[in-house]
């Protein structure tokens, strides 16, 4: 089935350790894209991607790296340099151009402890 | 900038009620498109609808319709005698056109269906 893959779902972490979210698309989407929601917010865009080997910072992009060296494929690290890091992270994906919905996964959950 | 409202944080009905979900936007653009997307407890948002600014013709699907007015700067979600199934936090969302345009969630509404 086509869809989008985040591992693992519940993630645990100790304060200072970097962290890398998998994030894994079979919908052949050239554009991907990094969300962070905190309780009672709406999503926050981290980075996103338009194309293989280019990424940009979305709005929270401080203490998180990504890559892009694949189409299927944009891993996020959280790294220890991210003041608050314990969220829910969802990786999203679509079509390039502004009218293409995006298609989401099933989010990982960190906790940094 | 841009920027969408959902005023409604949380709303609790009795099954088999009618619910309407408020989104209010803000833009200067002319071109956009707006978006409803439903999380639920899974985690995981599912795209629900895609609006265009040139499009203001009303959606039906099912128990589900949205009304997009520009003169109010609203895209409302209405859920017709509402399910439990329809539990979730529903989003609404903006994007400009431009090849570089990020998406703008409003902040959500978690609607709670009893039965």
């Known amino acids: 089935d086509g869809g989008i893959t985040q591992s693992p779902k519940y993630l645990f972490r100790k304060e200072g350790q970097n962290v890398t979210l998998s994030c894994e698309q079979n919908?052949?989407?050239?554009?991907m894209y990094w969300y962070r929601q905190d309780p009672g917010q709406g999503l926050r865009l981290i980075y996103y991607?338009?194309?293989?080997?280019?990424?940009q910072k979305g709005d929270i992009a401080e203490g998180y790296s990504v890559s892009r060296e694949k189409k299927e494929s944009f891993p996020l690290t959280v790294t220890s340099a991210q003041k608050n890091p314990t969220a829910f992270y969802l990786c999203?994906?679509?079509?390039?151009?502004?009218?293409?919905?995006?298609?989401f996964g099933p989010g990982t959950r960190l906790t940094v402890l | 900038a841009q920027k969408v409202t959902q005023a409604q944080t949380e709303i609790s009905v009795v099954e088999k009620e009618d619910v309407t979900l408020d989104c209010v936007y803000e833009?200067?653009?002319?071109?956009?498109?707006l978006f409803w997307y439903k999380q639920p407890p899974s985690g995981e948002l599912v795209f629900l609808i895609r609006?265009?600014?040139?499009?203001?013709q009303n959606e039906i699907s099912g128990r589900y319709s949205w009304n997009f007015q520009k003169s109010t700067s609203s895209f409302n979600f209405t859920i017709t005698a509402s399910q439990v199934v329809d539990s979730a936090v529903y989003f609404c969302?903006?994007?400009?056109?431009?090849?570089?345009?990020?998406?703008?969630f409003g902040k959500g509404i978690t609607l709670s269906v009893r039965p």
């Open positions: 919908l052949n989407h050239d554009a």
């Open positions: 833009t200067r653009d002319t071109t956009y498109y």
């Open positions: 999203a994906s679509s079509l390039r151009g502004p009218y293409n919905e995006q298609f």
């Open positions: 969302a903006l994007r400009i056109a431009g090849a570089n345009s990020k998406l703008t």
């Open positions: 991607s338009q194309i293989v080997n280019d990424f």
């Open positions: 609006r265009n600014s040139f499009d203001e």
